[in-house]
């Protein structure tokens, strides 16, 4: 018996190189054309994914008076954003607002302002109309909450230069897990 678990573990680490390099990834693994969409960012500039094709993208749902989840990620993404990985990568977040009635302009500048975003961190806002048809292209579920909260999917997707989803993050992915991912992908 210890000899044939020998035998398996001698195989496993022989054949653990096979195939090439093979990258080790914190998020789960995409491989699916990223929905095109075209909204306002925080200056009033359109922008659309497809724009953005020969860079990475982050795309996450986001509101402005979110009391737990969203100025961790936002916080999270915009660490990110500032590491050299991230900047040779040209990275940029498009965080898209799931509170299209209290998403104004003013509340969107304040939320940049006090978490302290930097310019790659694109805040995008629509109506309601604007909005809905990109939530149900990234599968994104938003209601109303109590207190004024909006109960909504917490994800990150990363897309690669070519406009292909490459990895999903849940709520919880760290600085470094994207950081870490990134540094895979543009070797």
Same mark, same amino acid.
């Given at each position: 018996m210890r000899a044939a678990l020998l035998l398996l573990a001698l195989v496993a680490v022989l054949t653990a190189g096979c195939g090439g390099s093979s990258a080790s990834f914190d998020g789960t693994k995409l491989s699916t054309p990223a929905p095109n969409f075209t909204l306002h960012d925080q200056s009033g500039t359109p922008v659309s994914l497809a724009a953005q094709r020969g860079r990475y993208v982050i795309v996450t749902f986001l509101y402005t008076h979110c009391p737990d989840v969203c100025p /961790?990620?936002?916080g999270n993404l915009n660490r990110v954003l500032q590491m050299p990985v991230a900047q040779?990568?040209?990275?940029?977040?498009?965080?898209?607002?799931v509170d299209p009635r209290r998403d104004t302009h003013a509340a969107v500048a304040h939320f940049i302002h006090v978490h302290r975003l930097v310019p790659s961190f694109l805040y995008l806002t629509g109506t309601r109309a604007q909005l809905q048809p990109v939530w149900t292209s990234f599968h994104i579920a938003s209601t109303p909450g109590p207190n004024?909260? /909006?109960s909504h999917s917490a994800f990150e997707i990363l897309v690669d230069p070519k406009g292909r989803e490459r990895l999903l993050y849940d709520s919880s992915v760290t600085t470094a897990e994207v950081v870490h991912d990134l540094g895979e992908l543009v070797k």
């Open positions: /961790v990620i936002a040779r990568a040209g990275l940029r977040v498009l965080a898209v607002s004024g909260t /909006v």
